[in-house]
């Protein structure tokens, strides 16, 4: 049975017109849902008892579990039990501009990034829109305050889940939902070029990022096999067509592996590749873990500089959670 939580305002609104109901109803429910934070079907008032009742026969109202809670400076790590016992994390960061929460898109990820610990376990199956919003809701009345900024970048690859992530995005977005402003929302990927293109058609505003980490197609598919499917030239061809279509400007994320996409050269190679694009680079320090080799640059700074020199827009990100493994990359969809 699907989860209340699960259906955007769309597919509510159809449900109630299939059921000879008026489609505000819906919008009702949302007002339950996201407003009232009402978590029992017998409490929303305003419908017949009737109409409880036929939504209680199709749909419930299951909520995931917080299992347990880390905090390190201005971040705090969510370990997730969901209803079939599987875990993921998502976690909380404090910004100066607001309150931004990285929520998981899978249990586990195929992706087999050769330098991320979230793919070590496989794809045991994609969250549903609910197991995604209920994220952000547990956290929201955890801190009894409202998140402000969401990306989808923790564990799992969220167009490998497309369907269910877009459909979560439409329900945070909403104004009766939990009113997160579109440009407040970013997708990561590793390049899923149908995806990238579908995505280019969404009537959304949302923030598209690419894990690119490599500036040729020799150090990108030794480090993401991915690339092997969909190539540097398919994804640079998709991100064109998206930014025509969009005219939104597309973050790439490049993490900084010593001596292996470190050197100058690359940066040469990478200002080439995007010369000229609506792009800005986000350089991520990598965060190191005790199952994986890769370490950490110490060449940002001048990787940073190179690329500036090169006219292209870089920033590095923020380090945050390292202390208690909620960075980028050390989430994991394991209980221990
Ligand atoms: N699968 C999506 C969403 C994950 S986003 C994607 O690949 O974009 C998480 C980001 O952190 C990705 O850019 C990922 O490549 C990067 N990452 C993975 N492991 C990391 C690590 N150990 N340190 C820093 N960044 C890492």
Redesign the pocket.
Known sequence: MKNLISLNMEQLEDYFLKLGEKKYKATQIFEWLYIHKEKDIDHFTNLKKDLRDTLKKDFNLDFIKIKRKEEGPLVKKYLFELKDGNYVEAVLMEHDYGKSVCVSSEVG?N?G?K????GRLKKVRGLEAYEMVEQILLIEEDIKDKINNVV???I???FDNYDNVINFIKIINHPKGLGIGSRHITV???GLVPKILEFSNLPLQVNL???L?APNDVIRSQIMPINKVYNISQLMGSLRKYILKTNRRVTI?Y?MLKEVNDSLECAHELANLLKGMNVYVNL??????NNLDFKKSERIKEFKEELSKQKINVTVRKEFGDSISA????LRSKEV
């Open positions: 990820c992706m990034c330098f991320c610990e979230s989808v970048m923790g799992g690859e969220p990561s990927t590793c990022a690419i894990s980490h994320e993490v991520i320090p990598y965060n190191e873990t960075a980028c990359g050390q």
